[in-house]
């Protein structure tokens, strides 16, 4: 297959006490019945970091700030279209302290999950990586 288009998507890694924010993606909908982390499409002109920060507000209500990237991977679209999507994961941390999530219609819950806790959960593919990459800096 050729690929015709690469699309990037943005997420932010956010801990908070020793916990990852992790969110449930509704069913029927891509992915749904996974947990993720917050994120999704960069827009036209918009940067990674800047859209992560966007998409984070927007499915939890939460103000954040991008501290670095911690993974860049790339992955031929799951629908089989000739399309590379380019998933670019940030270390976020709380811009104001406040933590009460308020979710979008895209999830239906979401959880603080200690890091040891995160193989007994179903999460989309790219978010083991994303820790891991983070685990591996913290030892390093």
Do not use: C
């Amino acid at each position: 297959m050729t690929i015709r288009e690469r699309r990037y998507i943005a997420h932010g890694l956010l801990i908070r006490n020793g916990s990852l924010l992790l969110l449930h993606r509704k069913e029927g909908r891509y992915l749904g019945g996974y947990w993720d982390i917050p994120g999704g499409t960069v827009e036209d002109k918009e940067a990674p970091q800047d859209a992560a920060v966007r998409e984070f507000q927007e499915e939890t209500g939460l103000k954040v700030v991008v501290e670095r990237e911690l993974t860049r991977q790339s992955n031929i679209d799951t629908e089989g279209r000739p399309i590379l999507f380019v998933t670019v994961t940030f270390l976020v941390r709380l811009a104001d302290g406040n933590d009460a999530v308020v979710l979008s219609d895209e999830h239906d819950g979401y959880e603080w999950v200690q890091l040891s806790e995160l193989p007994s959960f179903s999460v989309v593919w790219h978010v083991p990586r994303a820790v891991e990459a983070l685990l591996a800096e913290r030892r390093g």
